[in-house]
């Protein structure tokens, strides 16, 4: 088991934020992407988003969402993307929108720790939370990736996160 370089947990929400090395198939249902974003860390420098074609992301979209920070600031920024399954797991299309603009004062009470040191030390993280589907009877866990981008190879400028949902019964 390779074991994560941070933990944190929040309520029913777990963080676990790995080495950039961590083997690619450790990660599961996103080892392809994990390692595709490894392949493009050359001489361990951060990946840009230009270093992805919208053809190799065709079949991860409807699972992500594209962060591009704002300059000076390494929690806030604009989702450029918030793929279907965000949609479904939030309730709402953030496409367009400012992060501190929609994330609750209390939500960002968990999650800024985790983004900081996420987007500070170039990590990929990993999250694994449960939560109501529409019918409010049954659940899903979902199981999210977080890999950082950076335009010049070394300061965080977007991240990009991956929300895998499965259907699961009542969390006990």
Do not use: C
Not at 42 to 47: I, Y
Not at 70 to 75: A, F, K, Q, R, T
């Amino acid at each position: 088991m390779t074991e994560p370089v941070h933990t944190m947990n929040v309520g029913e929400e777990k963080f676990y934020l790995y080495d950039p090395d961590t083997p690619a198939n450790f990660f599961g249902p996103y080892e392809p992407f994990v390692q595709l974003w490894q392949t493009k860390r050359t001489d361990k420098r951060l990946p840009g988003w230009k270093d992805f074609t919208f053809e190799v992301l065709i079949p991860w979209v409807g699972k992500m969402a594209l962060v591009d920070l704002l300059p000076g600031d390494i929690i806030d920024g604009t989702y450029r993307l918030f793929g279907a399954d965000w949609v479904k797991i939030s309730k709402i299309d953030l496409t367009g929108k400012r992060y501190t603009d929609v994330i609750t004062d209390n939500m960002r009470a968990v999650m800024d720790p985790y983004h900081k040191t996420l987007l500070n030390e170039g990590l990929i993280g990993r999250r694994v939370t449960t939560s109501y589907l529409e019918d409010r009877m049954s659940f899903y866990k979902v199981d999210m990736l977080d890999v950082v981008l950076s335009d010049n190879g070394n300061t965080a400028t977007q991240y990009l996160g991956f929300a895998n949902i499965i259907k699961d019964k009542r969390p006990s």
